[in-house]
Nanobody, 126 residues
Framework: HVQLVESGGGSVPAGGSLRLSCPAS????????MAWFRQGPGKDREGVAN???????TYSDSVRGRFTISQDKAKGTLYLQMNKLKPEDTAMYYC?????????????????????WGQGTQVTVS
């Protein structure tokens, strides 16, 4: 089992920055993919960025070049650095972990492949 707890959300003006954190505890060594998803009001949960056990990363088109996913393995924490934020980035952001080996596309589009989730942290851009 894996426990995830997101933090770092808040309200910022357009163009601002935030860094989300997600410390993980439990059997994190068995997770092949760690990811950030988001869900806006009335929208489906969508993949934002993911980090695989081989160190490769994938970003959605809407955030590529503005967001950076990283991990501090010593602290067991996943991060999402978000720069140049836009109003359309407003959403609840979730950290997910999966032991399923998947393609980069699946990691962005198939939230059901992620078994473990945090409670989410709200990001509001005005």
């Amino acid at each position: 089992h894996v426990q995830l707890v997101e933090s770092g959300g808040g309200s910022v003006p357009a163009g601002g920055s935030l860094r989300l954190s997600c410390p993980a505890s439990g059997r994190t060594d068995r997770q092949y993919c760690m990811a950030w998803f988001r869900q806006g009001p009335g929208k489906d949960r969508e993949g934002v960025a993911n980090l695989n056990s081989d160190g490769s990363t994938t970003y959605s088109d809407s955030v590529r070049g503005r967001f950076t996913i990283s991990q501090d393995k010593a602290k067991g924490t996943l991060y999402l650095q978000m720069n140049k934020l836009k109003p359309e980035d407003t959403a609840m952001y979730y950290c997910g972990a999966s032991r399923v080996i998947m393609t980069p596309t699946q990691a962005l589009t198939t939230s059901s492949l992620f078994r473990f989730w945090g409670q989410g942290t709200q990001v509001t851009v005005s």
